[in-house]
């Protein structure tokens, strides 16, 4: 398949891991029920890009878990548009984290490292401390989410997640879960508008207490 010019612009030095990981997501993780057959010719468009510009949320050098990482979206993209940035990804099943750990290895990414667990559970919040930025995408209701990502967010840093066109509904059916959770100011912007057809979708929350 051919790498889209947007590829370049966002992962420039590291395009060659940017495609790497494409392949491995379209033969081995498809191989082993990760990504669905139909996904793989939106791949770059569907899951690579549109995680890689979240990157423009965040600030330099900053540690960020990725919650319910699966096959490795947001985070891998992130990691190979960000290398600046410090990435955990945190998933609960063994043959993905197993999958996660050969990624990294394959694509000599260093400043990725992977937990097997769930974000709710001691052990993990322990292993974990507080983060700068806790990502995710599609991974649960908002309310849930939160209360699984800003207990893992240092105050004043922020949950940022990738959401869909819904999530004014969520906000509103949320608020208070959402705040249970420690959260404060809520944020819905775009990023990728530059690059991708149909920008990113974003909530960022601020964790307050």
């Known amino acids: 398949m051919t790498t889209p010019p947007a590829a ?4 420039g030095d590291n395009l060659d891991k940017a495609i790497a990981y494409h392949e491995s997501l379209a033969t081995d993780g498809s191989i082993r029920g990760f990504i669905g ?7 770059w468009d569907r899951h690579i890009l549109n995680c890689g510009v979240i990157g423009e949320a965040m600030d330099q050098g900053i540690l ?12 891998i993209p992130l ?12 998933e609960p099943l063994l043959k993905r984290s197993v999958y996660l750990g050969e990624v ?3 694509l000599g990414l260093d400043n990725v490292s992977v937990i097997r667990g769930r974000a709710e559970e001691k052990a993990v919040r322990k292993q974990i401390g507080h983060v700068d ?14 209360s699984w990502s800003l207990p893992l967010v240092k105050v004043g840093g922020r949950m940022i997640a990738m959401k869909g066109a819904s999530v004014a509904e969520e ?28 920008p990113t979708t974003l909530i960022s929350i601020r964790r307050e207490k």
């Open 79 to 90: 990691a190979i548009a960000r290398p600046d940035l410090e990435i955990i990804l945190i």
């Open 64 to 75: 960020v878990a990725d919650v319910g990482s699966g096959a490795g979206l947001p985070g």
């Open 133 to 146: 930025v806790v990502t995710s995408r599609a991974v649960a209701p908002l309310g849930r989410l939160a």
């Open 171 to 198: 906000i509103e059916r949320d608020a208070k879960a959402i705040r249970n959770a420690g959260g404060g100011e809520v944020k819905v912007y775009t990023v990728g508008g530059e690059l991708l057809d149909e």
């Open 8 to 11: 370049a612009e966002l992962f």
């Open 37 to 43: 057959p139909r996904e793989i010719p939106r791949l």
């Open 104 to 106: 990294i290895e394959q």
